[in-house]
T-cell receptor
Framework: GNSVTQMEGPVTLSEEAFLTINCTYT??????LFWYVQYPGEGLQLLLKATKADDKGSNKGFEATYRKETTSFHLEKGSVQVSDSAVYFCALYNNDMRFGAGTRLTVKP | SAVISQKPSRDICQRGTSLTIQCQVDSQVTMMFWYRQQPGQSLTLIATANQGSEATYESGFVIDKFPISRPNLTFSTLTVSNLSPEDSSIYLC????????????FGPGTRLTVT
């Protein structure tokens, strides 16, 4: 079946550090892939998406590339800010939506 | 992207009672989804609600416990019945985007605490 495995947290970084949150998936065919962000006390917001192999999704300085060969969709940001502190969810759609367990990121000044 | 509102934003309920959560979308949508997010956990789909038909429930969720209404294309309610402390969670509604990419847009959530 379809599933998403993402890097366990929590992740704590200093401001301006480089961020990578790993995400791998299992699915047949060509799922659509997403990263969502959940700020404290809020619902999920779509951060970025990619719908086919080699697509790169990007938003607010975050990027992720759809890698079919490694079934991965790792989230990266070159320089994190305190305001990026949140929980990040990797997700896929392949007949239904599946979410990873979430990775809590804390960025310290 | 759709703008989604939920009411209430949070509530504290006694065990044995019920809570009805409302979800309003600013545009007409075919499908609406209801999720549960237990403390510190990921999202679990409860059911999919299509206007004019019975909701489709995921394994482990039943209509008697989580009745859903979908009276029109912009509104849905989820009731959590016969509450127990294990029902303490955030409940989120979502809709699918219109770009064809299958992304979903979420409401702000309803935080339920059962005492």
């Amino acid at each position: 079946g379809n599933s998403v495995t993402q890097m366990e947290g929590p992740v704590t970084l200093s401001e301006e550090a480089f961020l990578t949150i790993n995400c791998t998936y299992t699915a047949t065919g060509y799922p659509s892939l997403f990263w969502y962000v959940q700020y404290p006390g809020e619902g999920l917001q779509l951060l970025l998406k990619a719908t086919k192999a080699d697509d790169k999704g990007s938003n607010k300085g975050f990027e992720a590339t759809y890698r079919k060969e490694t079934t991965s969709f790792h989230l990266e940001k070159g320089s994190v800010q305190v305001s990026d502190s949140a929980v990040y969810f990797c997700a896929l759609y392949n007949n239904d939506m599946r979410f990873g367990a979430g990775t809590r990121l804390t960025v310290k000044p | 992207s759709a703008v989604i509102s939920q009411k209430p934003s949070r509530d504290i309920c006694q065990r044995g009672t019920s809570l009805t959560i409302q979800c309003q979308v600013d545009s007409q949508v075919t499908m609406m989804f209801w999720y549960r997010q237990q403390p510190g956990q990921s999202l679990t789909l409860i059911a999919t609600a299509n206007q004019g038909s019975e909701a489709t429930y995921e394994s482990g969720f039943v209509i008697d416990k989580f009745p859903i209404s979908r009276p029109n294309l912009t509104f849905s309610t989820l009731t959590v019945s016969n509450l127990s402390p294990e029902d303490s969670s955030i409940y989120l509604c979502s809709v699918e985007g219109t770009s064809g990419g299958r992304e979903q847009y979420f409401g702000p959530g309803t935080r339920l605490t059962v005492t």
